[in-house]
């Protein structure tokens, strides 16, 4: 059995890593870390996990966690990450962290987009970023993986055979995304309070979202050429989710049988990505819940334009189901392991 | 492995057993009985089983049903079950009937509260009551199962303690009771539509819904005297949960603690069941999705009444879960099987 | 024009005052006091007062409110409003109280139940409490009113007709309510956050809320009586609106005709209550959005028990546009005055 | 007072319609036409008109319409309004036409685009397109108003301005366009089913939606040059609201303080038009419930870029709300009258 530590346990992705971990056969919960609840049993926090899971949350520290655990899960919030990593990472076990600091090649980008410093810049060069479909080889190499953003991960695979096609114009990508509410996490604000947030739906962020440079690292590495695109975020009125509609200018005409075979062929072996056939459109309750992709086109002709829509569950396969995904792939399980249940629908 | 038919499999009840089948890990799916979509793959209908399950709906056919599998489940209309079991039980397989037709002892009963006349009343000695909890021996000698409702479910389970204890005054039951939108099934009504359901909700059929004589009938079990008791259902703007609350007089003064001490006796071996303490009340989201109930209760000192609060999923312990839970027991495994994973909470 | 002044603006009652005001024709918006945000344009912080009301907020300043205006709406939290109406009290102009600070005739009860002690008891004695169809003409000739909860008005004028009927056991008084989520407020709690309160419902404060005790103060004046009653709230997942589900032992048979007329008497000349017959049954969606009630009912044969449903929006009816309909009464208007838009439906 | 016809009284775009003019100093409803529900009161299909409006509902008689009413709003399908109006219209009554059968100034663009034969292409001509912030004039002159569309209303008033203005590439313009379930109407549909509906988003009819066609007329005609566009609509869980964003290349490098002075001055007289500054972004809830319209925008600098959001309630300013602008205007009322009330917020 891996054993598994979970830092920031309380959180939204904390609360899917141990919902998924209680089903999976291969692994032993053994450690969940928060600071603010340290004393308290996860299951006073999250009464889903009564009888299911009633470790206690406790204090951080690496050492228990290095000597414990095989593997620690990193759901803290963005530049804390960086903080504790380094020091687990050279303890020897593996590490997932699922913020935005160890996802890129070029520690600029990060400074940039983050604008913080970065404080173990030659951890990126070890990391692999965890995008299984699309680096699986690095991710079984690896003992730190940059697990990817939500709707980074929703926009990359709805785009990739696309782009490393080549039969887009790479300046004309525009990426406009919906999120669920539960993409903001569980802290309190009030654009998330019930009565603002029901009935309601509002863009946010235009042109300037960090997700937006993970989308063009991971793009321009399939391009070979430096992409730069436009990526609209909205908060809309549902829990789980990222609804992506991706468009882009084709070079020269082509039919969307033509397109839908690129990414037939694409992902012909990938059990998590469903390419919807004849015009089929995707929605978002075929995958809430569960870690599956599901991606459909339609073609423009009037205009010459492709459309690529794209959805995800943003807590499983944008965070934490991909996360176990990379935690399988890293220890040589079947990469499904703990990750076939479907979607809710309901 | 269990053989598994599933006759109407593309109501929510019959989405739900194959979603919980999908990963339970002693069955297997061989037929999917639909009229209305027969030659449809399942995964057309519900886009969360692709890769996971893509059997083709076929007509009903009783002797392909019995050759072919070990046990039935009939999530079918009431009155159309009663139409095929006999059949059925007959060829020797198990049957777990989702609908009212077989969850009665007395088929006056039945004939009175569903307006029907009853085509196979001597089936009705045959059945055990598919209430887990209550009637677990039963159930693991017999072959046809009626499966318990989801209002029932719920209102039995959140009352059979107090009821059983001899604390209360019978005549002053009061069930208040809530459901989620998709109690009602995929069926199209006006009172369904999102437009007229969101941010509403209404009481219906108060006085006159079919599950209160379900109630009686087996809380009268436990009092060992006929029980008769108000029940009123609402409508209430979300997908899953049964939420009740539940209302009986004292017959002498009694505290929370003597009372709580009575309810954790009464379930301290079950597993599904979980008795909240120090005056926490259930609620919807900590079961949504997952076979377990929630029950809390306080205790109204300046009225000696007591207020028991229980809820469930209404797809899940209050339908498709409880059946499978049956078929465990009916089959000999754990109990648990297949029905393990927490709630959503998200 | 009468000249208001509304304490406590940026709050939803504050909020629902701005929105109904806004169209009512004899009444100018003066002053909106509101600490927190004193200098900031209303609009700003409620973007649909864009081109409607930019009024800026300001500190309170009692005299000038009371050199300024003729009317004050204090929708201040409780505690807060009792430090600030004495002392605009005995500057001689209105105030109209949406706080339970002003509701009670016996300070007792408030300093029982609200756990605080009373700095003015005095005017308890001044005040008329604003449930306009029970007390309108005391309302006409007081300065002070205590503006009723929402939960009260809902549960009050559900059952006052049965109760001053003498027809039921008042003993055996039993409210099941629910509430929408701006029934808390705007202020954050993780309750509130959207992704842990939709597809949510829950029970709380059982048997102690607030609101039980100005229930009974009402109920007993009709009954001639003291009245005990059992009052669970409960949060459910839409913005607007309370459903409250009154249950009583009627002390003799009696029949739905009976019954229903005896509604239809007592609000006869009541322009905001509609009594709906022929066993119908309201929901929420009918009044959300407006000042209306609706009434229904239902007779339990078996039980001789009587089930009193009554829905209204809590922001409304429940607080400013039962506020304003008080002011109307105040100043000599047609009670109806800008109160006479239908509710939202969808 | 004007007197008013709706026919098809009993789709929400009549019930809109309905409560609207409820509160319309200037009008009074004489006649509501439903075929479906003749014989019946509009409040007891609509539950929030009781009180309010007592019509009954009555079968189509035009000679009947034309001699009581001094205008007639169409609330029909696509397609029946065109086999009504041109009768309504030689009796010299008003008309304001809600479907799409009047919008087109080319008869072959709506053939193309609805896939059928207009039976009065003679009466496009005569028609005015009832967007009354572009075509006041023509508005005030004619008896046929072709109401706009939802999604066309929110996406040619978003982007007029920059049309207008020359700045932007036209063959660059993308909208991005997500819809509340009321724009579905009130027919039922699994797509609209809460259980189905709730939760989920998608879009739809990709590259073919009619009202692209639509949108292109208008900008056209601003652009003087034909103008394709790529139009997608989504399907998202609210009510009321269209929410667009919208996409363009800028000919030369334009700063946001540049663009939104452009906007500014375009519709500085226009009372329901509000032009977000500072780098606001709309949402829909300051607008649900009313006929403004709000507009913001950003500035993508990198790729040279413009981003345009807009947002309007469906059912008022992108349906009856409008339809009313649109009658005060032929009326020679102020055009604001009856539209006053800000939004709903909650």
Known sequence: ????????????????????????????????????????????????????????????????????????????????????????????IKVIDLSGDFRYNDVKVYEQWYKDQHCAPELLKEKAYGLCELHREEIKKTNLIGNPGCYTTCSILG???????????????IIDAKSGVTGAGRGLGIDYHYSECDQNMKAYKIATHRHTSEIEQELSLLAKEDITLSFTPHLVPFKRGIYATCYANLKDKASYDELIKIYNEFYKDEHFIRVLQNGKIPQVKDVAGSNFVEIGLAVDERLNRVVVVSTIDNLVKGASGQAIQNMNLMFGLDEKTGLEAPGYYL
Chains 1, 2, 3, 4 share one sequence.
């Open 1 to 92: 059995m891996i054993k598994v530590a979970i830092l920031g346990a309380t959180g939204y992705t904390g609360e899917e890593l141990i919902r998924l971990l209680s089903t999976h056969p291969e692994t032993e919960i053994k450690m969940l870390v928060s600071h603010s609840t340290a004393g308290t049993p996860i299951d006073e926090i999250y009464g889903n996990f009564r009888n299911v899971c009633n470790l206690v949350c406790e204090e951080l520290d690496i050492d228990k966690v290095a000597s414990t655990c095989d593997v620690a899960f990193t759901a803290l919030p963005h530049g804390a990450s960086k903080e504790v990593i380094p020091a687990l990472y050279k303890k020897g």
């Open 159 to 173: 785009l990739a055979p696309l782009v490393a096609s080549g039969k887009i114009d790479n300046k004309s990508i």
